[in-house]
């Protein structure tokens, strides 16, 4: 059967794309589309170089190899670390979806859509169900999920960087009331870690006597708790990194256990 490159690499695209995404889903972790469609493109190009050249006896050995190690660059690529988290998911999503595309195939075969040689519209049309089969369950079930998410965040002050888990809240809409800026929230014993000597163990009553690099960073953030109100105090980071990627917020410290985590992350911030 001839086997167009083109249409391969879409169908091959168009399942790794899935399965990556699943995989973000099921892990509660950041989906990132560029990342994905780019993991997504090395799957496909190693699948249409794997038939182009399938070889025979040691050759199909080193591609049986060279599959997982493309997988793992897969999941680098589309989630920027975290290989042994989803790897394992990554690859049992793409068997799932496989033995999916098998029972589709069979069922179009049998309703006379199979693949005739003269066009590619039921190869198309494989991938095309899957997809709307997979979103119509996740939009099904997404709003009934509870699941906590959570994330590493990199904030650095000063030269000196440290990596928090937090917990993601689509609840926390507090923002810096001049720039609007989302504010994360972080435990103080924390954050003691990586402040500038002057900023440490700060109160509204010592901002005055701040001196003007340190009093530039200070943000005063009104925050209303049940039955009261209180003034955070946060402050402007050199750098916030979620996941590998730079976001622009201001973090504020706040006496809390957060449920055993180092802080909260507004899901706004990380979506």
């Given at each position: 059967m001839e086997i167009f490159a083109d249409v391969l690499f879409v169908i091959n695209f168009s399942m790794d794309f899935l399965a990556l995404f699943l995989t973000g889903k099921i892990l509660s972790m950041p989906v990132r589309g560029k990342r994905l469609a780019a993991a997504s493109a090395l799957g496909a190009l190693c699948a249409v170089l794997r038939t182009a050249f399938p070889g025979?006896?040691?050759?199909?050995?080193?591609?049986?190899?060279g599959i997982i190690s493309v997988g793992a660059a897969m999941c680098l690529v589309?989630?920027?670390?975290?290989?042994?988290?989803?790897?394992?998911?990554?690859?049992?999503?793409?068997?799932?979806?496989?033995?999916?595309?098998?029972?589709?195939?069979?069922?179009?075969r049998v309703a006379g859509f199979g693949y005739t040689g003269s066009g590619s519209a039921s190869l198309f049309a494989f991938p095309a169900v899957v997809a709307g089969v997979v979103c119509v369950i996740y939009g099904?079930?997404?709003?009934?999920?509870?699941?906590?998410r959570e994330t590493?965040?990199?904030?650095?002050?000063?030269?000196?960087?440290?990596?928090?888990?937090?917990?993601?809240?689509?609840?926390?809409?507090?923002?810096?009331?001049?720039?609007?800026?989302?504010?994360?929230?972080?435990?103080?014993?924390?954050?003691?870690?990586?402040?500038?000597e002057p900023l440490k163990g700060l109160t509204v009553n010592n901002i005055p006597s701040l001196d003007s690099a340190s009093a530039r960073r200070i943000r005063l953030i009104p925050a209303k708790g049940i039955g009261n109100a209180e003034l955070l105090i946060g402050l402007v980071p050199d750098r916030i990194m979620i996941d590998g990627y730079e976001t622009d917020a201001v973090a504020a410290t706040a006496d809390s256990d957060f449920g055993?985590?180092?802080?909260?992350?507004?899901?706004?911030?990380v979506q």
């Open positions: 025979n006896g040691g050759v199909r050995v080193v591609w049986a190899l589309a989630y920027n670390g975290r290989l042994f988290r989803t790897l394992p998911v990554f690859l049992a999503a793409n068997l799932a979806l496989g033995g999916l595309m098998s029972v589709l195939g069979r069922i179009l099904r079930l997404r709003p009934r999920s509870t699941a906590l590493d965040v990199s904030i650095t002050i000063d030269g000196r960087t440290k990596t928090f888990h937090m917990l993601v809240d689509s609840g926390n809409l507090l923002t810096e009331p001049l720039s609007g800026k989302a504010v994360i929230l972080v435990s103080p014993e924390k954050m003691a870690d990586i402040l500038p055993g985590l180092d802080g909260i992350i507004p899901s706004s911030v």
